[in-house]
């Protein structure tokens, strides 16, 4: 994994401590700042963590992974971080990617790691050896390649993967059957996210997924009940097919039970709603339907067209756009600004995210932990569209997706890129 080592991007994400800054000839040598900055170091330990469970996982059924919450790594965790801070103290330099001694530990504690999981998360008794098939491999490791080991007793020279450099690996003696309560929890993908969207492209949906999957804590979707009442809304907004773009193919009736401007002006909604004569026209919908709200100018400005709801909460509004713009800036950098190109939220990924920033930042989180329940579901949605006319399908939604089960055991950390800190 590609670490940041530039100042500037230290700065930029907020960076604690200090930054590692030999001095020049002039002064004295060893004259310099130490300690590596909190959140870099924690992502190159993370790297191991990430390593370790992605092996393990590829030995257990499609769609699960090791539950890490169900592991104490607080000691591993503490003793890998003090590891590369002295290396990265010693050498002066904030991080190198490429340093043979810091990959040298990571090597060995992704190996721990793995032996942590298999003894206290899948409760194996034994693993077996397996080292690389080269010359490079010791004799003494060599030896062992093949064999199967317990745990409780370890060969001469330690467990695979304790010597320094050593090119081995202790595959799990596994059987997927007998894989104890948990021990594993499930993996945010295409197939369980079919359910919310069954009319969805599977390509876009493992898109979704993925980005979903990274966000579980960051955007506090990290329990069931957080989970379903946030893909019940995200149902009722963008479909079954989980689009991306809000459409205004809107009838006539359609248009004035929906806006007030139409209501009010029903002549201009047979003149721009869908008929037997004619098609919606849906620019100049969105456009007189969204005219000075959340931002926008007037029908004219075109406002309504170029700031209609995309995404998977379908946020609408020149100040939406402008509001996530300075959200996903601050939060996850990129230097995107959806207000001058707002057609990138119409992308699976920042689909996901505009969905997230809306979820935060109106404290939906607090409401879902409420529980799977009506009222739930309807102090969500009144936060969401209070106008809406849709309060008892986003309920059916959300019992829908409570009881089809497939969101109970789902991970409450990302699998594909697990922290420590979120392993408690």
């Known amino acids: 994994m590609r670490h940041e080592s530039k100042f500037a991007a230290w700065i930029r994400s907020g960076g604690n401590s200090v930054f590692v800054l030999p001095l020049g000839s002039d002064r004295a040598p060893d004259g310099k700042f130490s300690v590596v900055p909190d959140r870099l170091l924690d992502s190159i330990i993370d790297d ?10 590829g030995f257990l059924p499609a769609g699960v992974s ?16 003090s590891s590369v801070a002295d290396r990265l103290t010693e050498t002066g330099v904030a991080v190198n990617a490429n340093d043979p001694v810091i990959n040298a530990i990571l090597a060995r504690y992704v190996e721990a790691l793995s032996g942590f999981f298999q003894r206290d998360a899948l409760r194996l008794e034994n693993y077996v050896w397996r080292s690389a098939d080269d010359r490079r491999v010791r ?8 064999q199967v080991f317990a745990w409780s007793a370890p060969p001469a020279g330690g467990h695979s993967g304790q010597d320094w450099n050593c090119r081995c690996t202790a595959e799990p003696l596994l059987d997927p059957q007998a894989i104890p309560e948990g021990a594993v929890c499930n993996i945010l993908s295409a197939d369980r996210l079919s359910v919310v969207f069954p009319e969805a492209p599977e390509n876009k949906l493992a ?27 995200m149902r009722q907004e963008a479909g079954s097919s989980a689009r991306l773009v ?74 939406n756009y402008r509001e996530f713009t300075v959200w996903h800036e601050n939060n996850l950098g990129g230097g995107i600004d959806f207000e001058a190109d707002p057609d990138r939220a119409a992308e699976p990924v920042y689909a996901v995210r505009s969905a997230v920033f809306f979820w935060l930042e109106r404290g939906l989180a607090a409401f879902a932990d409420q529980g799977l329940t009506d009222n739930a579901t309807d102090a969500i949605t009144e936060r969401v569209n209070r106008d809406t006319d849709s309060y008892g399908e986003r309920r059916q939604h959300m019992a829908s997706i409570r009881d089809v089960g497939q969101f109970d055991g789902i991970c409450r950390f990302s699998v594909s890129r697990p922290r420590f800190e979120d392993a408690k």
Do not use: C
Not at 48 to 57: D, G, I, K, P
Not at 139 to 146: G, I, K, Q, S, V
């Open 48 to 57: 191991a963590l990430a390593t370790s469970l992605a092996r393990l996982n």
């Open 246 to 319: 809000e459409g205004f193919n809107y009838s006539v009736r359609g248009l004035i039970a929906t806006y007030r401007y139409f209501r009010e002006n029903p002549d201009d909604a047979e003149r721009f709603g869908r008929t037997e004569g004619h098609p919606a026209d849906q620019v100049s919908i969105a456009n007189l339907a969204l005219a000075n709200r959340n931002g926008n100018g007037d029908a004219a400005s075109g406002d309504g067209w170029t700031f209609r709801g995309r995404g998977l909460f379908q946020p609408t509004g020149r100040a």
């Open 66 to 81: 090791i539950d890490i919450t169900s592991v104490d790594l607080t000691a591993i965790r503490d003793q890998l971080r």
């Open 207 to 233: 898109e979704i997924a993925k980005e979903l999957d990274l966000r579980v804590v960051s955007g506090q979707l990290d329990t069931r009940e957080r989970l379903v009442h946030f893909l019940a809304q």
């Open 139 to 146: 004799a003494a490791h060599a030896a062992n390649d093949d």
